[in-house]
């Protein structure tokens, strides 16, 4: 039923969408990878210069967020394979190099989850509702 739905038949007897290119969709994942990395530097480049001196040094933070500079290093990776050497033969024919995007994930997962181990040991249990939670509970 879901499958030969009213809208789902609309769908499925179109063609291919002509701008969805292998060389567009690489473009745009580019342009989001290097956004991300961009994020995190900041990110990294706030915890060192900004806050360090208002509320100290939190070695946990940093090296969380750094860890996830790795990982927005590392999901430039496949996009950019894809756009500079199409024709490599390390490389799986329309998607760049093929272990780039799971490393990155490892390290992005990772760093997340030193950002959660960070925040609950801050946890106080008798103020549950409070907005002080809600990192916490946006990592969970």
């Known amino acids: 039923v879901l499958r030969r739905g009213y809208y789902n038949a609309a769908y499925y007897h179109r063609s291919a969408a002509s701008w969805a290119t292998n060389r567009r969709a690489s473009w745009l994942g580019a342009a989001s990878c290097v956004c991300w990395f961009l994020g995190f530097a900041v990110l990294v480049d706030w915890l060192c210069a900004d806050a360090a001196p208002r509320f100290g040094y939190d070695r946990a933070a940093v090296t969380a967020a750094i860890t996830k500079l790795v990982a927005a290093v590392l999901f430039n990776v496949q996009p950019f394979s894809q756009l500079v050497d199409k024709n490599s033969a390390y490389l799986v024919p329309g998607a760049g190099v093929p272990w780039s995007n799971f ?23 008798s103020a549950c509702g409070s907005v002080g939670v809600l990192p916490l509970a946006g990592m969970l």
Do not use: E, P
């Open 103 to 125: 490393v990155g994930i490892c390290f992005f997962h990772a760093g997340n989850t030193l950002d959660l181990c960070r925040l609950a040991q801050s946890f106080d249990g």
